[in-house]
């Protein structure tokens, strides 16, 4: 690997790539002084992270007499070289002693091996970029195919820069967690809003980090609700919208805000007054800082990579997907390993970048078959991953849709899981000729 990369660097660039001798030679030395240092320097490192040979195979030497409990020093990683037969390779023992003289002080392993890291990173996305304009011009096949290939790589180059986080002390852990606690009670720390009293006095609000899914059979509701979620919110949002086109969602939003009837909205030769009210709801609308995107066929790589970019553009702080089922996915042997890679890559992203991420989906016709029509966890289509990973999941239903007389103009969210808090059912008011959700207590 470091061979075929080095060709790539001199070939193509002529360069000498990314590297810092003298911080590859201090952490090697740190770990020859302390036992800590050792322990430090794995937490953050890999083998592969040094750039020259020899530090590697001193690397190896150091942390197998580690794992072995040995004692680690000149003299027995010296030994150990020479029994490997990597002795003079390594540098000798005069370079071994260079090694722990190069040091001023241990207690620094954590900065050099910061900065061995942040070489070798580097390096890997130099290697990624040249190998992928080569492919570029050598690709033969599905172009598509070939762009997701190279998305999966660079976000697996970027995740990996995380890979070298410590552990954090119990001693600092507590305070932190005292610190939120604190804020939460005196309202300093609230989550999102969902714009709906009662689900909010259940959930909290929407929290970074989590994973939320909103699951109902098809025509229920399930985009209207999530579309509630974006114009109630008052921090900057995302939605990604894989079945309807922008025109439409911006359509469905003016129809819910301005109260106006679907089908006169589509009606050639709208009253006044309804005009008046769409002109209020598209400038209440614009005012808000929401985003839309409506790429139709889109996979976990991609919207990692535009989450990434509005994050740092716009502040985005919330984002939802509509829905699921229709995300693009690699091959897999069947649609509940795809389902489960699909719930993985949301649940990583919304801790990646610690933002709640709100996902819709499809219940499966098992609700259909019962005379209780209330949804169940066992509803959700391959359900096992979407139970496991996320921290928040909602079942939606409409009374009304399988009896016309009962309980007209109700919608139903079940809290089916709640990872951090309690479960519960918000009864919320539906208003069929807007296909709009509202509260019950409020009456709208």
């Known amino acids: 690997m470091a061979q075929a990369s080095k060709k790539v660097y001199d070939i193509i660039l002529d360069r000498v790539p990314p590297t810092s001798n003298e911080a590859e030679m201090a952490v090697l030395g740190s770990m020859l002084i302390e036992k800590e240092a050792i322990e430090s320097a794995i937490s953050l490192l890999k083998r592969d992270d040094f750039y020259r040979e020899s530090h590697r195979l001193v690397w190896d030497a150091i942390t197998g007499l580690y794992e072995e409990n040995k004692e680690v020093d000149v003299i027995t990683v010296v030994e150990r070289l020479r029994s490997r037969g990597a002795g003079e390779q390594a540098g000798g023992p005069i370079y071994i002693t260079e090694l722990v003289n190069s040091v001023l002080s241990a207690a620094n392993v954590g900065h050099y091996a910061r900065i061995v890291v942040d070489k070798a990173d580097d390096r890997r996305m130099i290697t990624f970029l040249t190998e992928s304009i080569r492919g570029i011009y050598e690709q033969d096949g599905d172009r598509e195919d070939f762009r997701?290939?190279?998305?999966?790589?660079?976000?697996?180059?970027?995740?990996?820069?995380?890979?070298?986080?410590?552990?954090?002390?119990?001693?600092?852990?507590?305070?932190?967690?005292?610190?939120?606690?604190?804020?939460?009670?005196?309202?300093?720390?609230?989550?999102?809003?969902?714009?709906?009293?009662?689900?909010?006095?259940?959930?909290?609000?929407?929290?970074?980090?989590?994973?939320?899914?909103?699951?109902?059979?098809?025509?229920?509701?399930?985009?209207?609700?999530?579309?509630?979620?974006?114009?109630?919110?008052?921090?900057?949002?995302?939605?990604?919208?894989?079945?309807?086109?922008?025109?439409?969602?911006?359509?469905?939003?003016?129809?819910?805000?301005?109260?106006?009837?679907?089908?006169?909205?589509?009606?050639?030769?709208?009253?006044?007054?309804?005009?008046?009210?769409?002109?209020?709801?598209?400038?209440?609308?614009?005012?808000?800082?929401?985003?839309?995107?409506?790429?139709?066929?889109?996979?976990?790589?991609e919207i990692r990579n535009k989450i990434r970019h509005a994050v740092l553009q716009n502040g985005i702080k919330l984002v939802v997907i509509d829905y699921l089922q229709l995300l693009r996915v690699g091959s897999g042997e069947n649609r509940n390993e795809k389902v489960g890679e699909l719930c993985r890559g949301i649940k990583g992203m919304a801790l990646e970048f610690n933002i709640p991420i709100i996902v819709t989906s499809q219940l499966s016709r098992a609700v259909e078959s019962r005379s209780d029509k209330t949804p169940m966890l066992s509803d959700y289509r391959d359900s096992g991953s979407i139970e496991q990973d996320a921290d928040i999941v909602f079942g939606l239903m409409r009374p009304e849709m399988y009896n016309k007389t009962d309980r007209q103009g109700v919608g139903i969210l079940t809290v089916l899981k709640h990872r951090n808090g309690p479960t519960g059912v918000v009864e919320l008011a539906y208003m069929d000729k807007y296909a709009s959700f509202g509260n019950i207590a409020k009456g709208t």
């Open 148 to 301: 997701a290939r190279l998305e999966s790589k660079f976000m697996g180059l970027l995740a990996n820069r995380d890979g070298g986080k410590e552990p954090v002390a119990s001693r600092d852990v507590v305070p932190a967690a005292l610190e939120m606690l604190e804020k939460i009670n005196s309202g300093e720390k609230k989550g999102i809003p969902s714009g709906f009293v009662d689900l909010d006095n259940i959930t909290g609000g929407w929290q970074d980090g989590d994973m939320v899914v909103l699951g109902a059979r098809p025509s229920v509701g399930k985009t209207s609700m999530s579309l509630h979620f974006i114009i109630n919110s008052p921090v900057p949002s995302l939605m990604f919208s894989v079945e309807m086109p922008k025109e439409q969602i911006g359509l469905r939003m003016i129809r819910m805000v301005a109260r106006v009837d679907s089908q006169d909205i589509h009606k050639k030769g709208l009253k006044e007054a309804e005009l008046d009210k769409i002109a209020q709801a598209s400038a209440k609308l614009a005012a808000k800082k929401f985003w839309i995107d409506d790429t139709s066929s889109i996979g976990i790589p």
